[in-house]
C-alpha cells in the first residue's frame, strides 16, 4: 500500500522526507514502480497516462485545493483533493486585498496617479459597502469571517443555503444575493453547474457600479459579458486573478483595460509541506477506512 508521487520536482524532497518520517510507503516517481499493484493511491496535478497500470489502485489525489482539471476517475477510485490552512489563508488574504481595493477605489486612483491627477471622490464606510461572496465552503466561510470583522454588510450563496454567521441565499435566490453585492467575490469550485455563472444576466443583476473579485476557476466569467457591463458603466472595475485562457495572452484586452487588474493565478500557492502532511492524513484514512480528508463528490464536482 504505497503512494505514488507524480507531482512537481520542487514538492519531491519534502514529500520524500516527510513520508520517510512518518514511515509511510512512498514512490517518488513512476519510473521507480517496481510492482504497480502495491500503488494504492496517487498524488498529482494532472494523472499518470494510463491508470489501469495500477491495479489496485483506491484513491488519486489533487495536490491542489480544485479537482475541475481532473476527470471522473474510473469506478471504484475515489477522489481528493488537498485541505491546506495555508492555501485558505492565502486565499482570504488575496480577497482581502481585493476587497479593499474596489472598496477604496483603487483603480480609479491608480489611473489617475499615471496621468498625475489629483481628484477626490466621495469614500464610504465598510458598514455601508454589501459584500455577497458566491461560494460559501472552507475559503469563502474564512473570507466572510474577515470581511465582517472590518464591518462590511456580509451575505453568502452556497448550492445549499441554510443558516451561517452571515446571511446565506441558496442557488434558487440567486437574484435577491445578486442584487444585495456591491461588491461580487466568486470563491466557487468549478463544476458544469457553475462553468459561465458570471454571465451577462447574473452581472446585470448587480446594483449599478458594482465591482467584481474572482478567484474562483477561469471559466466561470464570460468576459465579454465583463466587457459589457464595463463598458455600460454597470460594472467600475473587477480583479480578476483567474482567467479563461491561462496564461492570459499578452494582447488580451483584460491586461490593457484601467478598470481591471489581473493577477496571474497566484491568490493561493499550495505549501508542498502542508500538502505531503494532508496526503499522509490521506494514506492513514485509507489504511484504517476513516472518512477521507478532502473526499470530493464525483457527482457534483466538488
Ligand atoms: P469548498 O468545496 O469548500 O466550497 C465550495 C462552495 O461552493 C460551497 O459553499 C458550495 O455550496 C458552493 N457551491 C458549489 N456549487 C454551487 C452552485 N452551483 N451554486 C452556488 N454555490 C455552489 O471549496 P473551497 O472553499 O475550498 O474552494 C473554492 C474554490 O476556490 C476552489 O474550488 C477553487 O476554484 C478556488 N480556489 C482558487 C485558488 C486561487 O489561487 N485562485 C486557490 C484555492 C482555491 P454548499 O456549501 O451548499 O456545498
Redesign the pocket.
Known sequence: MALLFHSTAARLPIWQALFAQAAEPFIAGEQFVTDPAEVTAIACWTLPDDLSRYPNLRLVLSV???V?HLPLMPPGVALARTLAPG??AM?RDWVMMATLMLHRDMPVFLDQGRAGIWRTHPVRLASNRRVGI???????ALVAGSLSALGFDVAG????GGVGAVPLFA?SEMEAFLARSDLLIC?????P??QG?LNAETLGHLPAGAGLIH???GAHLETQALRGALDRGHLSAAIL??TDPEPLPQDHWLWHDPRVVVTP????QTDAAEGARHALAVMRALREGAAIPGLVDQARG?
Open positions: 491542489g485545493a480544485g475541475d492555501i485558505e486565499v458566491m461560494g460559501m465552503g472552507r475559503i469563502g450563496l452556497s448550492r445549499s442557488t470563491l466557487l469550485p468549478l463544476t453547474a457553475t455563472i478567484a474562483g476557476r486573478d483567474v493565478h497566484i491568490a493561493a466538488y
